[in-house]
């Protein structure tokens, strides 16, 4: 999985909702082996937006940068 600039956010903890710091990002579910496919989300100039797969709400927070969530663990880093 290519990240690039896109900030990636999953919900493996089963939250009802994330905050997060960016308008347009991926949400990929769980932690691999069990994401969804990886959809784009653009918020536009909404303040929540909900992933057609997995059913998060996602919050935008003005004060977190771009890769940052609410919680931490939410925001996805593929290290490999």
């Not at 959809?39 to 977190?64: K, Q």
Request: aromatic residues 10%; charged residues 20%.
């Amino acid at each position: 999985m290519a990240s690039g600039a896109t900030p990636h956010f999953q919900n493996e903890m089963g939250l009802a909702s994330i905050e997060i710091g960016a308008r347009k990002f991926m949400c990929i579910g769980a932690k691999p082996p069990f994401d969804h496919p990886h959809v784009f989300i653009d918020m536009g100039t909404a303040d929540e937006i909900v992933c057609p797969y997995c059913s998060t709400l996602y919050r935008f927070n003005a004060r977190l940068r771009p890769d940052q969530s609410t919680p931490e663990q939410a925001a996805w880093n593929d290290a490999a």
